[in-house]
């Protein structure tokens, strides 16, 4: 924690395979979607106070050139609701920010028998 400082875990999520093997999959399996909301604790995927080489955006340049992505609180129920798909990491779950219940699980990102996060589409 001396490196990452009291946001540890916010930083980390920079690095977090699960955003991209999510939008991948939507992509695959979900022709002509466009705009995606990736849920994150504030500024944790733009790298808000870290600069640019904490900008999860930034290293995946090739697939948000592709999609619409952008970084959606889970705490902010009106701009979820702007979405017809939420990548949900499984971490947030565990810290307590449920699942819309307007949307439902299409898919789990997985390694192993973990569970990094989920596809959620909104109810029709």
Same mark, same amino acid.
């Given at each position: 924690?001396?490196?990452?400082?009291?946001?540890?875990?916010?930083?980390?999520?920079?690095?977090?395979?699960?955003?991209?093997?999510?939008?991948?999959?939507?992509?695959?399996?979900?022709?002509? $979607?466009?705009?995606?909301?990736?849920?994150?604790?504030?500024? $944790?995927?733009?790298?808000?106070?870290?600069?640019?080489?904490?900008?999860?955006?930034?290293?995946?340049?090739?697939? $948000?050139?592709?999609?619409?992505?952008?970084?959606?609180?889970?705490?902010?129920?009106?701009?979820?609701?702007?979405?017809?798909?939420?990548?949900?990491?499984?971490?947030?779950?565990?810290?307590?920010?449920?699942?819309? $219940?307007?949307?439902?699980?299409?898919?789990?990102?997985?390694?192993?028998?973990?569970?990094?996060?989920?596809?959620?589409?909104?109810?029709?």
């Amino acid at each position: 924690t001396e490196f990452f400082g009291d946001n540890e875990n916010n930083v980390l999520q920079v690095a977090y395979i699960g955003y991209r093997e999510a939008v991948q999959w939507i992509g695959s399996n979900q022709p002509g $979607t466009t705009q995606i909301g990736l849920i994150a604790t504030s500024g $944790t995927l733009t790298g808000s106070g870290y600069g640019p080489q904490a900008n999860w955006f930034h290293y995946n340049a090739a697939i $948000t050139t592709r999609y619409h992505l952008a970084e959606v609180h889970p705490t902010d129920p009106k701009t979820i609701q702007q979405y017809h798909y939420l990548v949900w990491p499984k971490h947030l779950v565990q810290r307590g920010y449920a699942l819309p $219940t307007n949307f439902h699980v299409i898919h789990e990102i997985m390694g192993g028998n973990t569970i990094y996060c989920y596809i959620l589409e909104a109810n029709s």
